[in-house]
């Protein structure tokens, strides 16, 4: 399998092959056509396994064909539970967004705020967010989620784990309920399986086996 027969855009398989990148990994074969057909997922796939290309690609491709705005309002949420995971993130949808008109900005505690506030000021369609900070600058009135199409949930377990079930709840409840929502998570436990049913609508599931790095 090629990444040519996934169905990406030629912008999109210029960056996969500026990356090295020959071949599919198996959550990407299996999550790139359903989150292009706007499916929902509950996809069970630990770090190295290629998960974060694996809805970043589909991402970016149905951003990129949707309704520009000028202002630019967010378009993408990508949740993580910690900010080097945030800023992993980012990385890559930098590099994969290199031929496209599509601006991201990463943002999370820790740090100064108001250069993150520039930033989304200035229109960004992707944001990557770790829940604390965001939903401190919504809470100020600094952001807005009412534009989102896509939600994506990386490292759920983690999230749970780290006590953000709150955080998370609250802000989706920002999200529109016609959005398009994806949850990764290395282990699906009970916690993980609750959330998917309040959140996803109608989902597929995905699941691969661990790869050896
Ligand atoms: P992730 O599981 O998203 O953290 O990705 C793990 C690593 O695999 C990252 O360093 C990616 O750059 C790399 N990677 C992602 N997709 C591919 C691919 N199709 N072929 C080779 N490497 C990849």
Do not use: C, W
């Not at 996969?16 to 790139?32: D, F, L, M, N, R």
């Not at 993580?80 to 599509?102: C, G, M, W």
């Not at 965001?134 to 600094?142: S, T």
Request: hydrophobic letters at 40%; proline letters at 5%.
């Amino acid at each position: 399998m090629s990444f040519n027969s996934l169905g990406l855009s030629n912008a999109l398989l210029k960056a996969v092959s500026k990356q090295g990148y020959t071949t599919p990994t198996p959550i990407q074969e299996k999550a790139i056509p359903l989150i292009l057909e706007g499916k929902d997922i509950l996809a069970s796939a630990q770090t190295g396994t290629g998960k974060t290309a694996g809805f970043t690609l589909p991402m970016l491709q149905t951003l990129s064909r949707g309704q520009r705005l000028r202002h630019r309002p967010i378009r993408a949420l990508v949740l993580t539970p910690t900010r080097e995971l945030a800023a992993q993130v980012h990385n890559n949808v930098k590099a994969y967004s290199e031929f496209l008109d599509i601006r991201s900005s990463v943002i999370f505690g820790g740090v100064n705020q108001r250069p993150q506030v520039a930033t989304i000021r200035n229109g960004v369609d992707i944001l990557i967010a770790t829940p604390g900070r965001l939903l401190d600058l919504q809470n100020q009135g600094l952001l807005s989620l009412a534009k989102i199409e896509i939600l994506v949930l990386d490292e759920a377990d983690r999230m749970l784990d780290m006590g953000f079930i709150g955080d998370v709840n609250t802000l989706l409840d920002k999200t529109p309920k016609k959005r398009q929502t994806l949850l990764f998570s290395a282990t699906i436990s009970q916690p993980v399986k609750a959330l998917a049913r309040k959140i996803l609508n109608n989902h597929q599931l995905i699941s691969v086996a661990k790869q050896n790095a």
